[in-house]
């Protein structure tokens, strides 16, 4: 049995990086940048106006103005702003020749139909200038990155609509037990409804990626191979709900080994999801986890999102933030690092939420993250800052 970081470290080392295409920008969205992306011009592309007002010379403040134009935003200027002279601009339009202030219409009063004054004091000079943000050639956005919807505003404003991008991986997921039944089907007194393969098929399309259900495999070495042959023809990750343990149907770790590949792992020093098995073949990856809703959960988050984002070519690392604990707190298990449901109240303190165990699948319903405590830690004190990790 090994270490999560361990774990975590040999995943990423034995993920390879799938191949690439081009996406359009309004399908990009959660999809992974293959290339860095340059500016094509400068960002603002000229000297912009920040506001409403009248462009002039900053020398020209205390005098009267006159106003030789009016130039709203998308028109190039036409006149130069000479000596104690002005342009009524509008946000974002051009600031003309001459001029090298704008002053807000709200700090001026009118003269006369043409001519207004300065009634303050002093003035920004309220110019975007040209390039202040991006210059022509700069990186905007760094290969490797999740696109989120600020980065697509970003795409486009350096007209970027072929998107360079990895290829998404498939997913498979595969649950296992003769006491599984699907969700439409009401359970008898020996059978439970099949709530992990949807969870993880979830939590696989939050990531961005196609997943699918292959189904529940019987408790029999036959069924659970077919099932998992028949999964690896499509699917570039399967991962397999249950029957990794060392039970007497728990038949996933001899079919896996059968199946010609590399177990990398088999137990993990983390509560929940001890029993947690990774192996590869090729570019082909299997993760096992423990079949209860919460094991199934924290695995995903913990160590297949990190292998879907390593296959994907992203820059993902685990967020962690330092909080404090809302009360006491006490476990009697202290052998291997726990991942626990927990809330933030509006305070920002870190609560622990009612949990029963790994099989206690409503304690995530109101969760806002996990809190991480280190193996051989059984107590911490109100007030203590412990690492919580967002879901």
Same mark, same amino acid.
């Given at each position: 049995?090994?270490?999560?970081?361990?774990?975590?470290?040999?995943?990423?080392?034995?993920?390879?990086?799938?191949?690439?295409?081009?996406?359009?920008?309004?399908?990009?969205?959660?999809?992974?940048?293959?290339?860095?992306?340059?500016?094509?011009?400068?960002?603002?592309?000229?000297?912009?106006?920040?506001?409403?007002?009248?462009?002039?010379?900053?020398?020209?403040?205390?005098?009267?103005?006159?106003?030789?134009?009016?130039?709203?935003?998308?028109?190039?200027?036409?006149?130069?702003?000479?000596?104690?002279?002005?342009?009524?601009?509008?946000?974002?339009?051009?600031?003309?020749?001459?001029?090298?202030?704008?002053?807000?219409?709200?700090?001026?009063?009118?003269?006369?139909?043409?001519?207004?004054?300065?009634?303050?004091?002093?003035?920004?000079?309220?110019?975007?200038?040209?390039?202040?943000?991006? #210059?022509? $050639?700069?990186?905007?956005?760094?290969? !490797?990155?999740? %696109?989120? +919807?600020?980065?697509?505003?970003?795409? =486009? /404003?350096?007209?970027?609509?072929?998107?360079?991008?990895?290829?998404?991986?498939?997913?498979?997921?595969?649950?296992?037990?003769?006491?599984?039944?699907?969700?439409?089907?009401?359970?008898?007194?020996?059978?439970?409804?099949?709530?992990?393969?949807?969870?993880?098929?979830?939590?696989?399309?939050?990531?961005?990626?196609?997943?699918?259900?292959?189904?529940?495999?019987?408790?029999?070495?036959?069924?659970?191979?077919?099932?998992?042959?028949?999964?690896?023809?499509?699917?570039?990750?399967?991962?397999?709900?249950?029957?990794?343990?060392?039970?007497?149907?728990?038949?996933?770790?001899?079919?896996?080994? #059968?199946? $010609?590949?590399?177990?990398?792992?088999? !137990?993990?020093? %983390?509560? +929940?999801?001890?029993?947690?098995?990774? =192996? /590869?073949?090729?570019?082909?990856?299997?993760?096992?986890?423990?079949?209860?809703?919460?094991?199934?959960?924290?695995?995903?988050?913990?160590?297949?999102?990190?292998?879907?984002?390593?296959?994907?070519?992203?820059?993902?690392?685990?967020?962690?933030?330092?909080?404090?604990?809302?009360?006491?707190?006490?476990?009697?298990?202290?052998?291997?690092?726990?991942?626990?449901?927990?809330?933030?109240?509006?305070?920002?303190?870190?609560?622990?939420?009612?949990?029963?165990?790994?099989?206690?699948?409503?304690?995530?319903?109101?969760?806002?993250?996990?809190?991480?405590?280190?193996?051989?830690?059984?107590?911490? #004190?109100? $007030?203590?800052?412990?690492?919580?990790?967002?879901?």
């Amino acid at each position: 049995m090994i270490q999560f970081e361990e774990a975590l470290s040999i995943v990423n080392k034995v993920a390879n990086t799938i191949s690439t295409e081009k996406s359009n920008i309004r399908n990009s969205l959660r999809r992974v940048l293959s290339k860095n992306i340059y500016s094509d011009i400068d960002m603002p592309p000229f000297d912009k106006s920040a506001m409403d007002g009248y462009a002039c010379k900053k020398s020209d403040l205390n005098n009267p103005l006159k106003i030789i134009e009016v130039i709203p935003a998308g028109k190039i200027p036409e006149k130069t702003v000479e000596k104690n002279q002005c342009s009524k601009i509008m946000t974002g339009a051009p600031v003309p020749k001459g001029a090298d202030t704008v002053i807000m219409i709200e700090h001026t009063k009118q003269i006369s139909e043409d001519t207004i004054q300065f009634i303050k004091e002093n003035s920004k000079h309220n110019i975007c200038r040209k390039g202040e943000d991006v #210059k022509k $050639g700069d990186v905007v956005l760094k290969k !490797g990155t999740i %696109i989120c +919807p600020e980065h697509i505003a970003v795409l =486009a /404003s350096v007209g970027v609509v072929d998107v360079p991008v990895y290829k998404k991986p498939k997913l498979s997921v595969i649950s296992t037990g003769n006491e599984l039944v699907e969700p439409n089907i009401k359970p008898n007194n020996s059978q439970i409804r099949n709530s992990n393969a949807f969870q993880l098929i979830a939590q696989a399309e939050k990531t961005g990626i196609e997943a699918e259900y292959a189904g529940i495999a019987e408790d029999t070495k036959r069924d659970t191979e077919n099932k998992i042959k028949n999964s690896l023809k499509n699917a570039d990750i399967v991962v397999i709900s249950g029957a990794v343990s060392v039970g007497d149907y728990d038949f996933v770790p001899a079919v896996i080994k #059968k199946l $010609g590949f590399t177990i990398h792992f088999h !137990g993990i020093k %983390i509560k +929940p999801g001890k029993r947690t098995i990774f =192996a /590869s073949k090729s570019d082909k990856y299997i993760i096992g986890v423990p079949g209860n809703p919460v094991s199934s959960f924290v695995q995903f988050e913990m160590l297949i999102k990190p292998l879907i984002y390593k296959i994907c070519g992203a820059n993902y690392k685990h967020k962690y933030i330092k909080l404090p604990l809302y009360a006491d707190f006490k476990r009697k298990n202290t052998e291997r690092k726990a991942f626990e449901p927990v809330i933030i109240t509006e305070e920002g303190n870190v609560k622990k939420i009612e949990y029963h165990g790994s099989a206690h699948i409503n304690s995530l319903s109101y969760a806002d993250g996990l809190m991480i405590i280190n193996e051989g830690v059984s107590e911490l #004190k109100k $007030g203590e800052l412990v690492n919580v990790r967002p879901i």
